[in-house]
């Protein structure tokens, strides 16, 4: 496990947590998973402080026998550049050194996809156990929260609890690429997603290699990069944001590098997206959005480095928020008092980011 300490255990709300209102009547309508409903707690909380993160991955064995040579397990590469599927091995039975080994993986993959899994069903307080073994747990300073888990992230969507969101409402799509609260300090690390119930079709999630963004620009351009930084705000979250009885904290901005360096692999990638990073730091208006503009596009329309997982029962997606980026597709039909998409985030934080050179 990691020795980091969790930076949300002195912060412990004394107020009973209030349930989101949604569409569905959860009185009347049994549900398996009506514990994992949104909830939040109202009242601010003393804002995060920058800690020193020790990644698992460092500890990984390189060649991950452990996890990737157990017995019965098949590994498939979902494109070269990012992305892998396992099947034949349960989250839930992983050893220490496997999530470390998974650790590593996900920092080379971006993207670890396993099938079949009883993860949903093991309860809150393992499956909270298990994402503070990859580093201090986030809680969402507005989103929604397991009751009594605040580090457990419901993302819940009907035809009334989350039916708009104000970010997109105006886009002519439903894509919002970002790495996860890339505003924090601290940034997200080693990420576990999974669903709950889904729709029978749409509510997929994509997902992007901000490592092979980096590589696929020309030696040139990457110098140009190197060594800048960039705003990264969650003002505008904060702004659009209906229910801001919810938040636990106050809006911050924080200054990251555009390219960062993964303290594991020590690979370079992209750390910029369009929904949270403001400016380039040092300069004028014009400069910084015609780079931004660029690394946006050349991010989000480059499909050598996307890949697109759909939601079935028991999918689980492992990733580093550190390489990735991605955004959930709002393409499914929501009837009223029907129709959910019901998935969990549990999202530890990692370092803060660092540029260590070429």
Known sequence: ?????????????????????????????????????????????????????HDPGSRADPAKAALLNAPGIT??????????????????ALTDAQKDELALLAAERGVVVFRNQDFADIGPERQRAFGAHFGPLHVHQHGGQVKNFPELLPVYRDFKAGSVDNEIKNNVSSIKWHSDMSYEINGMGTTIFFSLE???????????????????????????????EATHSGFQQAQVAENKERYIRKPIETVHPVVRTH??????????????????????????????????????????????????????????????????????????????????????????PRFEGS
Do not use: C
């Open 1 to 53: 496990m990691t020795t980091t300490v969790t930076q949300t255990e002195t912060a412990t709300p004394k107020v009973a947590p209030i349930r989101i209102e949604t569409s569905v009547n959860y009185d009347e309508a049994p549900y398996k998973y009506a514990d994992y409903l949104p909830n939040y707690i109202p009242g601010l909380q003393s804002p995060l402080e920058e800690f020193e993160h």
């Open 75 to 92: 590994v498939n590469e979902i494109t070269p550049a990012t992305g892998t599927e396992i099947h034949g091995i349960q989250l839930s």
């Open 198 to 228: 889904t729709p029978v079709s749409g509510g997929d999630t994509l997902y992007l290699s901000t490592t092979a963004a980096y590589n696929a620009l020309s030696e040139t351009y990457r110098t140009r990069l190197h060594g800048l």
């Open 263 to 352: 303290p594991v692999t020590k690979t370079n990638s992209l750390y910029v997206n369009r929904l949270y990073t403001r400016k380039i730091v040092g300069l004028k208006e014009e400069e910084s959005a015609s780079i931004l503009d660029f690394l946006y596009n050349h991010i989000e329309h480059g499909q050598d480095w996307h890949i697109r997982v759909h939601w079935t029962p028991g999918t689980v997606v492992v990733y580093d928020n550190r390489v990735t980026q991605h955004s959930a597709l709002r393409d499914f039909q929501v009837k009223e008092g029907e129709t959910r998409r019901h998935m969990l985030r549990i999202t530890p934080q990692g370092e803060r």
